[in-house]
DNA sequence: AGTACGT
C-alpha cells in the first residue's frame, strides 16, 4: 500500500459511482460539509456553498523537459480539477509516490521509464493519495494512458493480501490482452499475480469447473467479467481499484453501458469501497454527461479538444472516383510506397468488407492480414502477433482495433470508410474517428491518415469532421498520381 | 454496424 502522508482528512466517503437511476436503494452519502482544512478555517465559513475546492494545477514545466520514453509535445495543455480538500502535488520523480521497491525497479528496468510523463505526474498523486477518490482522466492517444493505471493497480495492491483487489474492464479481447502484458513487465519483480478475464479461444475450461480466483489483478472483457462473479469465480468484496479503459466507450449507450452497469450492480452484493478510475481519449458530451452525475466527488484531468493527438498525425483526404479507385490506391500507392514506411492499419466498417478488401487485395505479395470479432479467437491472436512482430506490414481491421491498439510500428492509417453514428447515419462519429487516427503517430512520432472518399455522403462526413475538429484536411490532387503520395508522404515526415 | 459470451 502505497499511500504517501499528506494532509488529508480521514471524512470517509463512500464512493459509488453508478448509482443510477435504476438502483434508488443506494443512499448518496453527503459530503462531510466540515471540511475544514488548515488554510481556510479561519473565516468562519461564511458560505458552505457547494463550491467545490477546486484547486487547478498548473503545470510547472520546467520538470517536464525531457523524458526518455515519451516524446510528447511540451505545450500540452492539461487542466486538473481536484474535488474536496485533499491536496495534490505533481510528481516530478517515481520516488515521490511512494512505491515499493519492487515496482520501481520495474519501473527504471523493465519498462525503461525515467521519470513520470506529464500525464502521469499529475494523475498519479491524485490516485495513490488517501482517501483514493475517483478520476476521470482524459488524455493523449499513445501518451501512456496505460502505464498511468496499471501502475495506480500495481501500487494500490496490497502483495500479502491472495485477493483480487484491482480490476479493469476493457471494450475487446485484443486491449485486454495488451493492458496485461504492461501490467506483467511493470509487475514484474512485485510478485502481484493477475488474471485474464477474457473468453478463452480453443483451450477453454468450463466457468462451473474453475476455481475462485485469488490473483490480485484481473484485466478482462465485459461478458466475462460478468460471467465470472455471476458464477461466484470472481469475488469483489476485498476490491480497491476498478478500472475502465477506453471509459467513454465503456459507459456509452451505444457501446458497453448495460454491461458495465450490470458489473457494477453484482458488485454491490460485496459491498466493497473501490476507487474508480475511468481512462480515454475521449468523452462525448453524453458521456461526460453522465459521468458527471455518476462520479460526483472525483478528481479530472482533461486535455483540450484541440490538443488531442490530431496535431501530430497528418491527416488527407483522397477523392476516388469510385469503389474501385479505393481499392487502386490501396493496392498501387499505399502497397508501393508503404515498403519503405512503417506499418499501415486499414479501417473498414463491416465485418463482411473487411473480407471482400481483403479478398480483392488478395496476394499481391504483400504481408496483409486482417482482423474483426467473427474471426475465431486462436485465430485473431496469432494474426495480432503476427502484426507485432512485424511479420505483416496491413492489418484490415473493423473497429475492434480503432482503440487502444499499441503499436509503435504504425505510421499510416487508411480510412477506407468513415466511421459514423449508429442512429445518425449522416453524422460522422468524431470520437472513433479520432481513436482511429490515435492508432498511428504513437508516442508523439510521425503519423499519416488518408481517407478514401468515393460518395458525397463520405464527402460530407468528412466536412463533418473537419468542421468538428476544426481542421483543414488537406487534399491529394490525384488519386492515379504516386507523386503526390509520395509527397503527402514526405510532408507528414515519413519518408 | 461494431465491440462482447455462451449456448
Not at 237 to 249: G, N, P, R, T
Amino acid at each position: 500500500m502505497a499511500d504517501s502522508s499528506s494532509s488529508t482528512n480521514s471524512s470517509t466517503v463512500t464512493q459509488r459511482w453508478g448509482d443510477v437511476e435504476d438502483d434508488p436503494q443506494e443512499v448518496e452519502v453527503e459530503e462531510s460539509t466540515s471540511s475544514s482544512t488548515p488554510e481556510n478555517n479561519n473565516s468562519s465559513s461564511t458560505s458552505a456553498v457547494e463550491l467545490p475546492n477546486l484547486d487547478s494545477l498548473a503545470i510547472d514545466d520546467e520538470n517536464t523537459k525531457k523524458n526518455d520514453f515519451l516524446d510528447e509535445p511540451e505545450d500540452t495543455q492539461i487542466s486538473a480539477v481536484t474535488s474536496g480538500d485533499t491536496l495534490y502535488s505533481t510528481a516530478t520523480k517515481f520516488e515521490d509516490l511512494n512505491l515499493s521497491p519492487e515496482l520501481l525497479k520495474g519501473l527504471y528496468i523493465e519498462m525503461k521509464f525515467t521519470r513520470p510523463s506529464k500525464i502521469q505526474s499529475i494523475s498519479l498523486p491524485m490516485i495513490l493519495t488517501p482517501p483514493y477518490k475517483d478520476l476521470v482522466a482524459q488524455a493523449h492517444n499513445g501518451s501512456g494512458k496505460t502505464t498511468c493505471f496499471v501502475l495506480g493497480m500495481l501500487s494500490r495492491v496490497d502483495p500479502n493480501l491472495k485477493e483480487v483487489q484491482a480490476l479493469c474492464i476493457c471494450p475487446t479481447r485484443e486491449l485486454a490482452i495488451q493492458n496485461m502484458d504492461v501490467l506483467k513487465k511493470m509487475g514484474k519483480y512485485t510478485g502481484i499475480t493477475s488474471f485474464p478475464a477474457i473468453p478463452s479461444g480453443s483451450a477453454r475450461i468450463p466457468i462451473p469447473r474453475m476455481a475462485e480466483i485469488k490473483d490480485q489483478v484481473v484485466i478482462g472483457t465485459p461478458g466475462r467479467i460478468r460471467d465470472l462473479m455471476s458464477s461466484k469465480k470472481l469475488n469483489t468484496s476485498h476490491l480497491k481499484v476498478l478500472v475502465f479503459d477506453e471509459a467513454d466507450h465503456m459507459l456509452d449507450d451505444d457501446g458497453f453501458k448495460d454491461d458495465s452497469l450490470k458489473i457494477r450492480k453484482l458488485m454491490e452484493k460485496d459491498k466493497a469501497r473501490y476507487q474508480v478510475l475511468l481512462f480515454s481519449a475521449t468523452f462525448s458530451d453524453t458521456v461526460r454527461n453522465f459521468v458527471s452525475r455518476v462520479v460526483k466527488d472525483g478528481n479530472q484531468m482533461f486535455v483540450k479538444k484541440e490538443e488531442l493527438t490530431l496535431d501530430v498525425v497528418k491527416q488527407y483526404k483522397v477523392n476516388c472516383p469510385n469503389e474501385q479507385a479505393k481499392i487502386d490506391v490501396i493496392r498501387d500507392r499505399i502497397f508501393e510506397l508503404g515498403e519503405k514506411l512503417g506499418q499501415t492499419i486499414i479501417f473498414v466498417k463491416t465485418r463482411e468488407s473487411a473480407n471482400e478488401l481483403h479478398k480483392k487485395l488478395g496476394d499481391y505479395g504483400y504481408g496483409c492480414t486482417t482482423i474483426h470479432g467473427a474471426i475465431e479467437k486462436d485465430f485473431r491472436d496469432k494474426i495480432v502477433k503476427e502484426f507485432r512482430d512485424g511479420l505483416t506490414k496491413v492489418l484490415i481491421s473493423t473497429d475492434l482495433l480503432a482503440r487502444g491498439f499499441d503499436q509503435s510500428q504504425i505510421n499510416l492509417v487508411i480510412n477506407y470508410n468513415l466511421p459514423s453514428k449508429r442512429d445518425y447515419p449522416s453524422d460522422p462519429d468524431c470520437e472513433v474517428y479520432l481513436h482511429r487516427c490515435g492508432r498511428a503517430g504513437r508516442f508523439g512520432r510521425k503519423g499519416a491518415v488518408f481517407n478514401l472518399l468515393s460518395t458525397d455522403r463520405e464527402h460530407m462526413l468528412l466536412g463533418k469532421i473537419e468542421k468538428h475538429f476544426g481542421t483543414h484536411i488537406v487534399e491529394v490532387p490525384d488519386w492515379k498520381s504516386n507523386e503526390d503520395f509520395e509527397q503527402a508522404l514526405k510532408a507528414a515526415g515519413l519518408l
